[in-house]
């Protein structure tokens, strides 16, 4: 068992840039493979990020890569995400969630355990 609270959210410019924070509690982080989804209102939640139980592997889907960055830091008991250039479609609930895996995988389903979410709104 691990529970999982997102931080860091905010308001920011198109352009602009922030990092989130997902503390866990609990059982070892390093149990788990993580990743980040969010959920934009009338929209589907989506993946945005995941990465490997020992950090080795990462993976984004088209619309973040290459300024989105996920990275874990277990020592702290952190996950972070950090977004660089944001824009106006970006704005979303974004939400950490925990996977007793290996593997980091883009379904939500797959994924045991979740934050409650952090409001990411960016204005253009």
């Known amino acids: 068992q691990v529970q999982l609270e997102e931080s860091g959210g905010g308001l920011v410019q198109a352009g602009g840039s922030l990092t989130l924070s997902c503390g866990a509690s609990?059982?070892?982080?390093?149990?788990?493979?993580m990743a980040w989804f969010r959920q934009a209102p009338g929209l589907e939640r989506e993946v945005v990020a995941a990465?490997?139980?020992?950090?080795?592997?990462?993976n984004y889907p088209d619309s973040v890569k290459g300024r989105f960055t996920i990275s874990r830091d277990d020592a702290k008991s952190t996950v972070y995400l950090q977004m660089n250039v944001l824009k106006p479609e970006d704005t979303a609930v974004y939400y950490c969630a925990a996977k007793e895996s290996l593997y980091g995988t883009f379904r939500s389903r797959d994924y045991d355990y979740w934050g409650q979410g952090t409001q990411v709104t960016v204005s253009s």
């Open positions: 990465i490997s139980r020992d950090g080795a592997g990462t």
């Open positions: 609990g059982r070892t982080l390093g149990n788990y493979a």
